[in-house]
């Protein structure tokens, strides 16, 4: 089951904030959260594994709240780099379900 | 390390031709993935291989589509015959270990059929 990310697009202007949010329908044991630049090929930022485990990558954090079957992908004082389509996935390695991918503009 | 390597990055065909896509995973990594990238369907994994044998082929969409690894450092889609319906970005990734590891992509082959 495809997990289902919200929003399906945010713009923002540099120094701004943003939440993208990743939820499923199954219990989730861990989440991949990944970011694809246009034309070039998804990039890993960071892996949750455990219910209410926070992780970090430059200015990017992530919580998992596993009773909800959610994470969510904080986007902290944006920078033009972030700007990109961020996919959360779900599920063993060997069956990772992406979710629709959120589109990020960042704006000067 | 080169990371994964994908090739040609373009492929353009006809309808009904052969194509074969190549991947060359990371040295050592004994997990190798399959994707496909459209608009209307996201990310699907194809097929993936564990220390080069093929393990679950559920998501290749049709017996057109084909996928072999005859070595730890070498893999091919193939889809023959080809239809315009396969035109997409397909990604190939590989991995360390099943174990919560990362997955790293190649450069993904964008394949139009025409």
């Known amino acids: 089951q495809q997990p289902v990310q919200s929003p399906q697009a945010v713009i923002l202007r540099e120094g701004e904030d943003a939440v993208i949010n990743c939820s499923s329908s199954?219990?989730?044991?861990?989440v991949h959260w990944y970011r694809q630049k246009h034309g070039e090929a998804p990039v890993f930022l960071m892996i949750?594994?455990?219910?209410?485990e926070q992780k970090g990558h430059e200015k990017i954090s992530a919580s998992f709240n596993e009773k909800k079957q959610q994470s969510s992908l904080y986007l902290t004082a944006s920078q033009l780099s972030y700007s990109g389509t961020y996919f959360c996935?779900?599920?063993?390695?060997?069956?990772?379900?992406f979710g629709a991918g959120t589109q990020v503009v960042v704006t000067p | 390390d080169a990371g994964v390597i994908q090739s040609p990055r373009h492929e353009v065909t006809e309808m009904g031709q052969e194509v074969t896509l190549r991947c060359k995973p990371i040295?050592?990594?004994?997990?190798l993935f399959w994707y496909r990238q459209t608009m209307m369907r996201g990310l699907e994994l194809l097929i993936y291989?564990?220390?080069?044998?093929?393990?679950?082929d559920s998501g290749m969409p049709e017996d057109r589509f084909s996928a072999k690894m005859p070595n730890a450092s070498f893999s091919t889609l193939k889809i023959q015959p080809s239809e315009p319906r396969d035109s997409a970005v397909y990604f190939c990734?590989?991995?360390?270990?099943?174990?919560?590891?990362?997955?790293?992509f190649g450069s993904g082959t964008q394949l139009s059929v025409l």
């Open positions: 291989f564990n220390n080069n044998v093929p393990i679950d």
């Open positions: 040295s050592g990594h004994d997990y």
């Open positions: 949750l594994l455990k219910g209410g």
């Open positions: 990734a590989s991995s360390f270990s099943s174990s919560n590891e990362k997955l790293f």
């Open positions: 199954k219990a989730l044991y861990s």
């Open positions: 996935g779900t599920g063993p390695l060997e069956e990772l379900q």
